[in-house]
Nanobody, 123 residues
Framework: QVQLVESGGGLVQPGGSLRLSCAASGTIFSIHAMGWYRQAPGKQRELVAGITSSSGGSTNYIDSVKGRFTISRDNAKNTVYLQMNSLKPEDTAVYLC???????????????WGQGTEVTVSS
């Protein structure tokens, strides 16, 4: 059984930074693509960033976070990260990591999700 555990969320002021971590177990981490999603109050869950399982570590981001967020992975530690800089109030959401796949350049989630870590950006 795959288990994903997120950490690193919290309360931060606008312009601040947070680094989220997602530790995976129960699977061969290095062969899977991984993604970070978020769900804000009143909004649909959306893909924030994805990273492939290939050695090249190709990444994709939604337009609203490009230049501010960076997804990375450490296969030796079975962990995927989301570095979030220049945070805005609209980034407030529960952030969840996911095991997924890439198909024709798009990320598709599996049914394996973490419980989420809450990020609140407020002054």
């Amino acid at each position: 059984q795959v288990q994903l555990v997120e950490s690193g969320g919290g309360l931060v002021q606008p312009g601040g930074s947070l680094r989220l971590s997602c530790a995976a177990s129960g699977t061969i981490f290095s062969i899977h693509a991984m993604g970070w999603y978020r769900q804000a109050p009143g909004k649909q869950r959306e893909l924030v960033a994805g990273i492939t399982s290939s050695s090249g570590g190709s990444t994709n981001y939604i337009d609203s976070v490009k230049g501010r967020f960076t997804i990375s992975r450490d296969n030796a530690k079975n962990t995927v990260y989301l570095q979030m800089n220049s945070l805005k109030p609209e980034d407030t959401a529960v952030y969840l990591c996911n095991v997924g796949t890439y198909y024709r350049g798009n990320y598709y989630p599996s049914n394996y999700w973490g419980q989420g870590t809450e990020v609140t950006v407020s002054s």
